[in-house]
């Protein structure tokens, strides 16, 4: 989902094109949902609504929100009943079986404000499924990132717009909004990027990079040779260091 008060735009051809593996390893998450046929779902933070098209077509009765309107449009070009709606401002009363969510909530600040969202929007005994970035996610290019700004005297660690919990942190916030937790687990993944690094970086760092004012194209290359050691393997392939959190928490029959 987008985040355009993080500074973060939303290309959804550029999305495709340098992360188009977001929605296809979304596929275990969607299992996980285990979404019935006639079952009313929200998918929080749906980006161009691929995942949201396979519910679609599987006679689930999906409402997307993103926060990009580039991502909505994309959404509904597909057929999907997409909204333009922030996920800290859920406008959901009592509404969905289930609350999907897949790749978005590291974007959230503060994560509470989801969580508070999602349990209004959700049906007594209704469950929230999503798989976002862990603790330790993308840790190499995190810290590469850093690096490059504080050789510009930023100090980037306190403006970085992402949000990768642990298990335990997550699972506390989660049960302090009322939800009893089923599952909860830090997922190790590496991901070969299709179009390496710098798809990457030009898809997801726009944020961090900004940072560096005129010295944008300069501090991504830096980027780029500092991970080239940790990243790159020989045939000049690159892997993402992603470690995801997987989830599905459900609240209790009765309010
Ligand atoms: C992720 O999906 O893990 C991710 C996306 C953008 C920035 C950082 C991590």
Known sequence: ???????????PEGYLRNAGFVAALGEPVLALLAPRRGERV????CGEGLLAARMAAAGIDVVAVDASAAMVEAARRRGIAAELMDARELSF???F???FSNAVLHWVRPPEAAIAGVRRALKPGGRFVGEFGGHGNVAAILVALLAVLSRRAINAAAHRPWYFPTAREYRGRLERAGFAVEYIELIPRPVVLP???????????GPMLA???GEQKAARAEVVELLRPALCDRDGNWTADYVRLRFCARLPEKR
């Open 211 to 213: 940072l560096a004012g």
């Open 195 to 205: 179009t390496g690094i710098e798809g990457w970086l030009e898809t997801f760092a």
């Open 93 to 95: 009363d009592a509404e």
């Open 1 to 11: 989902m987008a985040r355009e008060q993080s500074a973060q735009r939303w290309d």
């Open 42 to 45: 929200l998918d929080l933070g």
């Open 97 to 99: 079986d289930a609350v």
